[in-house]
């Protein structure tokens, strides 16, 4: 069983549509969690970096944790064609002085305009 | 403020040869992680150095694989005598405690 389990995809919504993708995870020790678009042949972008349970919001992204379920998602709201780009969630257990990250396989999201 | 750079982009190497990939990371920035990334793969962690040291090398295969991030000049990683299975994106991040931001990734080929 992987540790960080996500749906590969491809997921294609019409634009303006909300967007949810999540994450389940195996280890109860996970502490920080983050999400990361990767438009292709380029680096990931971080956009979202939480550490609680609850939502975090930002612009039109809001990042949601359960920690008791160990569910992860991230919701876009009014989707762009120029959000497609592949969405990976990572998450860390808590260190001082930082630790690795440990990757879903990514889910690829396509917005139709 | 530059973001993590990389470099070479793209590099071409053919089996038994050395790669070297270099990473700057992002000012004030003194964690750098390498991860790889396999085609339809996520990224998985390889190493992670501080100035002159190694804190977490768990990811690294146990042979031909190095890292490197000297007290002055970029961390490197250095792959011996490639084989073709070490085609992929490397990517370099840099963190300043916690969140962890990426470089655009050094894309490897072994022919």
């Known amino acids: 069983q992987k540790e960080v389990e996500q749906d590969p995809g491809p997921l294609s919504v019409p634009e303006g549509a909300i967007v949810s993708l999540n994450c389940t995870y195996s280890?109860?020790?996970?502490?920080?969690f983050m999400w990361y678009r990767q438009y292709s042949r380029k680096g990931p972008e971080l956009l979202m970096y939480?550490?609680?349970?609850g939502n975090k919001e930002d612009g039109r992204f809001t990042a949601q944790v359960d920690k008791s379920s160990k569910y992860i998602s991230l919701f876009i709201r009014d989707s762009q064609p120029s959000d497609s780009a592949t969405y990976l969630c990572a998450m860390r257990l808590f260190m001082e002085y930082g630790n690795k990250l440990v990757f879903g396989a990514g889910t690829i999201l396509r917005v139709k305009s | 403020n530059a973001g993590v750079m990389q470099n070479p982009r793209h590099l071409v190497r053919r089996r038994g040869q050395e790669a070297r990939l270099r990473c700057s990371p992002m000012k004030g920035h003194s964690h750098v992680y390498w991860y790889r990334q396999l085609p339809e793969e996520g990224l998985k962690f390889m190493v992670y150095l501080q100035k002159e040291n190694i804190i977490d090398e768990s990811g690294m295969p146990k042979e031909r694989f190095s890292a490197e991030f000297p007290k002055e000049g970029p961390s490197i990683l250095r792959i011996q005598q490639v084989v073709r299975g070490d085609s992929a994106a490397y990517f370099c991040?840099?963190?300043?405690?916690?969140?962890?931001?990426f470089g655009p990734g050094t894309r490897l080929t072994v022919t």
């Open positions: 939480t550490y609680s349970s």
């Open positions: 991040a840099s963190s300043p405690s916690g969140e962890q931001y």
């Open positions: 280890n109860s020790a996970f502490q920080y």
